[in-house]
């Protein structure tokens, strides 16, 4: 089983930045896509931005420009760096990890970006 731990979620003002952290507990992080996806009050999970093994990325229209997802295999973490924030991006930010077949789910941090 793997676990992923998430940190760096907070209170912000609009137009301020927060970075986001995912910590894996897996000797084979480096061959798992990643992924952050939110889920606002009321709203369903939606997927923010993604990174493959091989470094390719993608993101929500909504946070192109913003947002910057990245890896370090070596620290078995991956990072969503999170500029001019916006109050609609307030959610609970989860992170995601895939690979064979499995999927694994951080248990979420909350980001509040106040306008």
């Not at 952290?21 to 480096?30: I, P």
């Not at 923010?48 to 192109?64: E, L």
């Not at 910057?68 to 959610?91: F, G, H, P, W």
């Amino acid at each position: 089983q793997v676990q992923l731990v998430e940190s760096g979620g907070g209170l912000v003002q609009s137009g301020g930045s927060l970075r986001l952290s995912c910590t894996a507990s897996t000797n084979f992080f480096s061959s798992y896509a990643m992924g952050w996806y939110r889920a606002a009050p009321g709203k369903q999970r939606e997927l923010v931005a993604g990174i493959t093994r091989d470094g390719t990325t993608n993101y929500a229209d909504s946070v192109k420009g913003r947002f910057t997802i990245s890896r370090d295999n070596a620290k078995n973490t991956v990072y969503l760096q999170m500029d001019s924030l916006k109050s609609e991006d307030t959610a609970d930010y989860y992170c995601k990890g895939q690979r064979m077949g499995l999927v694994y789910w951080g248990q979420g941090t909350q980001v509040t970006v106040s306008s």
